[in-house]
């Protein structure tokens, strides 16, 4: 019964992975695939093994999307299986259930390029583990490096990786029994595998300066200010995103005022210690700084196992569970099929009009070639361009998925804020580079006004093309053709 679930949740994502356009982030994560490194300026290396993999299998978006799609159903496999040793057969259909009916866990981790996909498969693996090693501490050589192997995975993962581990060696640490094995060599061992294995993640920012982690530590501190009510606020947003009925379910089982075996079974504790302090960290965060709907994706994660063990402890007969199988059946798949299908070909265009739906500015690769390719001239410029450009970081991508297999043109972003373009090759200082900027229009700014730095010059008009969805018009975008160099382009970041 639980494989049947996985594979039901399985065609479902696909089916969304196959409606959903590419979204602005995994658009910038095409190039982490085609630059593979040891690691990336905003993320650990994993989401580029995940770009490459999915590149390999094809030059559209459902191929990128096709390991999230599989790396899910191993996780959920996982998670299902460790749920299953802590609260028995009942919870572990549960847990296959949730996992495949919460739309912000699967969209993130299960159909969408995010580096939720490889953190939430190491998160699994790692519970998986714990749920055979409740020491929580390894005991043997074997155990050392099977956890510090786990642990580097996650860590290569996402930064949220600190968090969880973090919060696991202080649950290792918090009985007298767990503490004694730490005057064993096992558990060192474990932390030298561990940070060896995740040598990656510190030979990068060795590099280049630390700037991975300067950059993420200054978007915590950008913010001297707190307000309560955006942190409410987040919060609220994330009980929608999970879908209420299993969003206040998560919610409520992380309150340890519960009664029931499970709420005393050895396992809770530790789960509710892996998954509280993300809450209450990016909570706080919220306060001060846009978050990410993505980044609690971890912490619900790890607490799908507490929720399984309490619906499976109240039961089909519990009026309460019936209410939220019946109300999250009914209404979820309609609403996702119903989302997906505007996003692809705004089927609600009659009253959402196209150019008011912020989801038309997610562009269908076909759609931007289509326009591209309408406009001779702007046509011709593209292909004889070295270097397709945009002053946004994530447009590029669109731009490559757009272009198919034409992998060999370069691909940048001329900003202050170029990401990870400011440490892949594109303009050569060596010599003039012949280059196209293609980006959004913005009423009042056009490319021809806008100040580039050098040695970006002869900005020239080209035009401006309109890609549609479903026939209707959705986004303009202006094409200029650019210089650059001989010279060093001014990069951020870089010193």
């Known amino acids: 019964m639980v494989w049947y679930v996985l594979g039901l949740g399985f065609c479902l994502r696909l089916l969304l992975a196959a409606l959903i356009p590419p979204g602005y982030d995994e658009a910038y994560y095409v190039f982490y695939g085609r630059q593979l490194d040891l ?31 599989l790396s899910y159903t191993a996780a959920l496999a996982l998670l299902a299986d460790a749920t299953k040793r802590w609260y028995g057969k009942a919870a572990q259909l549960w847990l296959a259930l949730l996992g495949s009916s919460c739309p912000l ?56 990786a600190f968090i969880v581990l973090a919060s696991l060696l202080v649950a290792s640490l918090s009985t007298p029994r767990s503490r004694q094995r730490w005057s064993q060599p096992w558990p060192y061992l474990s932390l030298l595998f561990w940070a060896a294995l995740a040598a990656p993640l510190w030979l990068w920012n060795i590099q280049h300066d630390w700037i991975s982690f300067a950059f993420q530590s200054g978007r915590t501190g950008a913010s001297n200010s707190f307000a309560l009510g955006n942190s409410a606020l987040f919060l609220l947003t994330q009980l929608g995103l999970l879908f209420p009925t299993v969003g206040l379910t998560l919610l409520s089982v992380l309150w340890p005022s519960h009664r029931g075996a499970w709420n005393v079974n050895p396992a809770t504790p530790l789960l509710r210690m892996l998954s509280i302090p993300q809450l209450l960290v990016f909570a706080v965060l919220a306060g001060r700084m846009q978050v990410m709907a993505s980044w609690l994706v971890p912490a619900w994660w790890i607490a799908l196992p507490l929720a399984s063990a309490w619906i499976a402890s109240k039961g089909w007969n519990s009026r309460r ?22 996003m692809r070909w ?26 591209l390719r309408a406009n001779p001239e702007i046509w011709t410029a593209i292909q004889q361009a070295d270097v ?38 594109s303009l050569n200082p060596g010599k003039t580079t012949q280059g196209v ?59």
């Open 105 to 160: 866990l699967f969209i993130c981790g299960g159909i969408l390029l995010l580096p939720d996909s490889p953190l939430l498969l190491g998160l699994a693996l790692l519970l998986w583990w714990l749920s055979r090693h409740p020491q929580l501490t390894p005991s043997s050589a074997r155990e050392a490096l099977e956890l510090g192997a786990i642990a580097a995975a996650i860590t290569l993962s996402k930064y949220h």
């Open 437 to 495: 900027l293609i980006a959004p229009v913005e009423p009042g700014s056009p490319l021809t006004k806008r100040d580039f730095p050098k040695p970006v010059d002869q900005i020239q008009s080209l035009g401006i093309v309109t890609v549609q969805r479903a026939g209707q018009d959705a986004l303009d975008l202006e094409v200029v053709s650019f210089e650059a160099g001989p010279g060093d382009y001014p990069w951020p970041y870089r010193r």
């Open 321 to 342: 569970v019936r209410g939220g199988v019946l109300l999250t059946g009914c209404t979820l798949p309609p609403l996702l099929l119903v989302a997906g299908l505007q």
């Open 388 to 425: 397709i450009a945009s002053h946004r970081y994530e447009i590029p991508g669109f731009l490559a998925l757009a272009l198919g297999e034409e992998r060999s043109r370069r691909f940048t972003t001329l900003s202050n804020d170029p990401r990870g373009f400011a440490y892949w090759p």
């Open 39 to 69: 690691s990336y300026f905003d993320h650990p290396v994993a989401v580029g093994i995940w770009s490459w993999a999915g590149q390999q299998l094809g030059s559209n978006t459902l191929a990128l999307r096709l390991p999230s799609l």
């Open 346 to 371: 705004g089927i609600l265009q009659s009253w959402i009009p196209t150019r008011e739906d912020p989801s038309a500015q997610l562009m269908q690769p076909a759609e931007v070639r289509k326009a």
